[in-house]
């Protein structure tokens, strides 16, 4: 007979729930809650039916975890995790302990420049022997740090005046940092940066780096300064401005080099490269320094600068202008090697003036001894609001602006001599009919004529000898001719608004004297041109035209005078017409002479809407921001100038007309008198009786 066996239930199958195991029973089984789970309530039949929930041992065991340690639940366990300094050594349940690191990490963890290195709870202080310094982070290596680089007069940049007292602050903190085994100065890193950028402030807006070598010198101390202030920053990211210069700068410190790429940015660039390229190829001392400076009003005022980055015109190529069009910035990292970078970085400029693409060029340059040079740079992309450059090594920074000149295309040319001809030719025939036309003659038309020989002249000389620069003399006489021309037009101008304002409002004194108007109209220029000569004898004539000069606001020798002339004749023609518009609205007004006024002040005005506004755009013409557009307007403008007068104050003044209707009717007078005596001849004819010629056997009338 077979016997009876017991049937374990726990094999084969899964008899009972999650988190949950089985126990086999005689003829049974049982469900028990795995290690670290439990029931609600224990007292419940076997709990088959039952789920078990997760235990949190931090709270029901409390376990050890050491004095630093964390216990954290996880399911149907617990883990301790250690903080920095303490390790449990992978084993999840057992206490954190401290870790020796100068034990641990062996004799290289503090460098060679350290003489101790001693344990400390969670962490270690590497203590520096003299002349090595580790700023003020002492679970970093100590590296050499030579402070005789910070002397005032070390070189010949360091010499720059002002800027001895940054140095002597400089060398202070780095005796300071090399000798303390503290390592803590009584000038702190920030105190260091805000001190250097307000030394820098005041030699940036005092004006006083006249020369490369001063700018030289100071560039190369913000470098310096920056790599000295940087390791001792306690945040990872410093941005410091003041009101000329602005410092962004990333600190990294860590047990192991950093990783990834590292951004900093300013108002006006921004700085892109690696960690790897900030710490280089040396060993890694645990930390690593970028920083980037903008200089806002930074100018380098010697023009030779250029002549590294840019080269000159060969045969008929045109002279090119080069001008700095970003702010100056400097760029460095804690690597001590950056002349040749393992890759390159990147710095993004903002143009301190947007100027269309087809009109200028950019180039990338760096500060090379006082020069700026190319070697190295390269511009990736521009637009016209910034340039991306690409560069090989670290230095001072700019973005450099080439301006080429408007070309002199067919076009001008042929507006320029056909309208300036049509202008010669009408105000030809204005200073004729001003001259010979005895019944207009009068103080305004006084003023009209010498007003058309002064742009006649003018129009003359510009037509002739406007691009002759071949020649310097002649080149500056013809700029002397046309400065003296165009300031007397001007002034007959202003003669003309006085002449107005005294004929509306001083009505019983209206005329003005010949000998003062001439005085004013040709005197006044005169001085003019002699101060300007003596001031700036040079200022006459330049590279591309026969014209001011723009250097050092000569040109304001002209566009001074010009702009008090307009604003004095703008007040007198107001005045006028107000005057004008009470008398016409009065009771009895004078509706003749009135009206005649009225038609002298509309024609009066409108010439010097057309010819001062010609020379608004001839002052954006003859900068170098000049336009083809302002070209064109100024050549228009200019060519129109002795058609306005002809037909203003000639083919719209009545008396005018009725002269020339004169002057062409004496033209027929011949031909009708010679028509008149034929006529009486066949009358007499015709009273006769025919006649035979014996001769011609002809018959006549």
């Known amino acids: 007979m077979d016997q009876c066996k017991d049937v374990n239930e726990c094999q084969g199958r899964r008899p009972c729930l999650r988190n949950q195991k089985c126990v086999n029973l005689l003829g049974s089984f049982r469900c028990d809650c795995a290690e670290g789970y439990g029931r609600r309530d224990a007292a ?9 929930f997760d235990v949190d041992e931090c709270v029901t065991k409390s376990p050890d975890c050491g004095a630093r340690g964390q216990c954290t639940n996880t399911p149907g366990s617990f883990n301790c995790s250690c ?21 641990d990490g062996g004799p290289g963890i503090c460098g060679e420049g350290s003489h101790n290195c001693s344990n400390a709870p969670g962490s270690y202080v590497c203590l520096c022997r003299p002349g090595y310094s580790n700023y003020g982070n002492t679970r970093t290596m100590c590296t050499e740090l030579r402070c005789d680089g910070y002397d005032a007069g070390g070189t010949l940049e360091q010499t720059v005046p002002g800027l001895d007292r940054l140095w002597a602050q400089m060398k202070e903190n780095c005796m300071e940092l090399s000798s303390s085994t503290q390592q803590t100065g009584q000038v702190t890193g920030k105190a260091l940066l805000e001190n250097v950028l307000s030394g820098t402030d005041e030699l940036v807006s005092g004006g006083r780096l006249g020369t490369s070598r001063e700018v030289t010198g100071l560039l190369r101390m913000m470098e310096k300064a920056m790599m000295l202030i940087g390791p001792q920053l306690q945040e990872d990211r410093t941005k410091m401005e003041t009101e000329h210069t602005e410092a962004k700068l990333a600190v990294s410190r860590s047990e192991t080099p950093p990783t990834g790429h590292v951004r900093l940015s300013t108002e006006n660039a921004t700085l892109t490269t690696s960690w790897n390229t900030v710490i280089g190829n040396r060993p890694y001392p ?10 806002k009003n930074l100018e380098v005022p010697d023009n030779s600068s250029f002549e590294a980055a840019t080269r000159k ?28 970078l393992p890759e390159p970085v990147t710095l993004t400029f903002r143009h301190v003036q947007e100027r269309a693409m087809e009109q200028v ?9 006082g020069t700026w040079s190319r070697d190295g740079c390269q511009a990736l992309e521009s637009n016209v609001t910034h340039t991306v450059c690409s560069f090989q090594h670290l230095s001072s920074f700019a973005v450099l602006m080439a301006l080429y000149p408007i070309k002199d295309t067919f076009e001008l040319h042929l507006i ?7 202008s010669l030719v009408c105000l030809a025939v204005c200073i004729i009919t001003f001259k010979f036309c005895r019944t207009i003659h009068s103080t305004r038309t006084t003023i009209h004529l010498h007003l058309s020989l002064c742009l006649f002249f003018a129009d003359l000389i510009f037509l002739c000898g406007i691009t002759s620069t071949q020649n310097q003399v002649g080149c500056a006489v013809v700029a002397g001719l046309l400065h003296y021309c165009f300031l007397a037009a001007f002034c007959w101008m202003l003669l003309e608004g006085v002449q107005l304002y005294r004929m509306v409002v001083l009505v019983f004194h209206s005329t003005l004297r010949t000998a003062y108007m001439l005085a004013v109209g040709y005197g006044a220029p005169l001085l003019i041109i002699i101060i300007s000569a003596s001031v700036n004898p040079s200022g006459y004539g330049t590279k591309a035209h026969c014209w001011l000069s723009l250097e050092g606001g000569f040109i304001w020798s002209f566009f001074g005078p010009v702009c008090v002339i307009v604003f004095l004749n703008a007040c007198f023609f107001i005045i006028t017409v107000w005057k004008l ?3 016409l609205s009065s009771l009895n007004p004078e509706l003749s002479s009135l009206k005649k006024v009225k038609g002298f002040t509309v024609t009066a005005v409108a010439q010097l809407c057309v010819l001062g506004g010609m020379w608004v755009f001839g002052c954006f013409l003859f900068q170098e921001r000049g336009t083809t557009a302002m070209a064109y307007l100024f050549t228009l403008l200019n060519s129109l100038q002795g058609a306005l007068i002809f037909f203003m104050h000639c083919l719209l003044s009545k008396a005018v007309r009725e002269e020339y209707g004169k002057f062409l009717n004496s033209l027929r007078t011949p031909q009708k008198k010679r028509y008149s005596e034929f006529s009486t001849n066949q009358s007499s004819n015709y009273q006769q009786p025919l006649r035979s010629v014996q001769s011609t056997g002809e018959s006549q009338l």
């Open 44 to 52: 419940r039949g076997d709990g088959r039916d039952e789920d078990c």
């Open 83 to 103: 903080p920095s300094g303490f390790s449990n050594r992978g084993n999840g349940s057992a206490p954190c302990e401290d870790v020796d690191e100068c034990r």
């Open 286 to 295: 645990g930390f690593a320094v970028a920083a980037l400076v903008t200089y």
């Open 313 to 340: 015109p060969e045969g008929d190529e045109p002279e090119v202008t080069y001008k700095i069009n970003s702010r100056v910035v400097t760029a460095c990292v804690s690597n001590p090697d950056t002349s040749s």
């Open 361 to 369: 060029n950019y180039s990338c340059v760096f500060w090379d001894d």
């Open 416 to 422: 320029t001599w056909v309208g300036l001809t049509v």
């Open 581 to 583: 518009a009470e008398k």
